[in-house]
T-cell receptor, first 114, second 112 residues
Framework: AQSVAQPEDQVNVAEGNPLTVKCTYS??????LFWYVQYPNRGLQFLLK??????LVKGSYGFEAEFNKSQTSFHLKKPSALVSDSALYFC????????????FGTGTRLKVLA | NAGVMQNPRHLVRRRGQEARLRCSPM?????VYWYRQLPEEGLKFMVY????????ESGMPKERFSAEFPKEGPSILRIQQVVRGDSAAYFC??????????FGAGTRLSVL
């Protein structure tokens, strides 16, 4: 069965500092991994994905994520946080064997302090 | 290309009434997903459809809930005889290929 864990409900970081939002996953086959961001009263917006290829994936708004197969992790990172990055971040996974069912994590609220 | 359109944005129903939530996918997208989000929780998968077909409905309650994606027109999530526990935000997403999903702004259902 697929599962995703986002161990931190909230992450606080000072503006200009690097940020990391953690995600670990479990799938039977090859993982397709995604990060989405949600602003208040809005739908989710796609940030980046890993399906195959380089383990370091670059996405929108300066975000990147590293796929680590041995640790089954896909942590979201950004070298320098902005106040406008404050939002709810979701990690999602699907099993690449063919099912299109996605499992989302419970979300991590990122708060960037000025 | 307009984004994913969901309507209504807010829906209030009394217990026992029916709720119909509509989702118009982006042009050219044949994959539609429905999710439910409770306050301070993640998205829970409900159902995945391709044109005229339900592919995976494993996340949808067996009773009172149904979904369709007809050849013409929007996808519909229908909840019959609503109960207070159905109050939530319901999000629709569409995709051209089943990978990147584009989300609508959601429908917030309140059951009185």
């Amino acid at each position: 069965a697929q599962s995703v864990a986002q161990p931190e409900d909230q992450v606080n970081v000072a503006e200009g500092n690097p940020l990391t939002v953690k995600c670990t996953y479990s799938v039977s086959g090859n993982p397709y991994l995604f990060w989405y961001v949600q602003y208040p009263n809005r739908g989710l917006q796609f940030l980046l994905k890993y399906i195959t290829g380089d383990n370091l994936v670059k996405g929108s708004y300066g975000f990147e994520a590293e796929f680590n197969k041995s640790q089954t992790s896909f942590h979201l990172k950004k070298p320098s946080a902005l106040v406008s990055d404050s939002a709810l971040y979701f990690c999602a996974v699907r099993d690449g064997r063919g099912t299109y069912k996605y499992i989302f994590g419970t979300g991590t609220r990122l708060k960037v302090l000025a | 290309n307009a984004g994913v359109m969901q309507n209504p944005r807010h829906l209030v129903r009394r217990r026992g009434q029916e709720a119909r939530l509509r989702c118009s996918p982006m042009k050219g997208h044949s994959h539609v997903y429905w999710y439910r989000q409770l306050p301070e929780e993640g998205l829970k998968f409900m159902v995945y459809l391709q044109k005229e077909n339900i592919i995976d409905e494993s996340g949808m309650p067996k009773e009172r809930f149904s979904a369709e994606f007809p050849k013409e027109g929007p996808s519909i999530l229908r909840i019959q005889q609503v109960v207070r526990g159905d109050s939530a935000a319901y999000f629709c997403a569409s995709s051209p290929d089943g990978n990147i999903q584009y989300f609508g702004a959601g429908t917030r259902l309140s059951v009185l």
